[in-house]
């Protein structure tokens, strides 16, 4: 059985730094594509980052690419998303997933995920 959990958001300030954890329950870390995803208020699921492989690969949305980091630990079971220089376009509640595709109108769909995270930028 798959499980997810998410932990770390919170309200910060224009230009601040976050760091979200998911521990998980259920997956293959070394093989399995594991993925964090957000969802802004009256939107669509987004997805914002990949990890994959034993060599931890990693791959962003454009519009985090440079200020997130995606990471795990495979002895602690859980994935983690550093996030710097957040902006108010940044708030949504952020949720670590598997089995993660797009659906004939191109929305978003994932199999697994957690409860998510909220994380709020606002001054």
């Known amino acids: 059985e798959v499980r997810l959990v998410e932990s770390g958001g919170g309200l910060v300030q224009p230009g601040g730094s976050l760091t979200l954890s998911c521990v998980a329950s259920?997956?293959?870390?070394?093989?399995?594509?594991m993925n964090w995803v957000r969802q802004a208020p009256g939107k669509g699921l987004e997805w914002v980052s990949s990890?994959?492989?034993?060599?931890?690969?990693?791959s962003y949305a454009r519009s985090v690419e440079g200020r997130f980091t995606h990471s795990r630990d495979g002895v602690k079971n859980t994935m983690y998303l550093q996030m710097h220089d957040l902006n108010p376009e940044d708030t949504a509640v952020y949720y670590c997933?598997?089995?993660?595709?797009?659906?004939?109108?191109?929305?978003?769909?994932?199999?697994?995920r957690g409860q998510g995270t909220q994380v709020t930028v606002s001054s």
């Open positions: 259920g997956v293959t870390f070394s093989s399995d594509v």
């Open positions: 990890i994959i492989g034993s060599d931890r690969r990693t």
């Open positions: 997933a598997k089995e993660c595709t797009y659906d004939s109108d191109y929305a978003l769909r994932c199999t697994y």
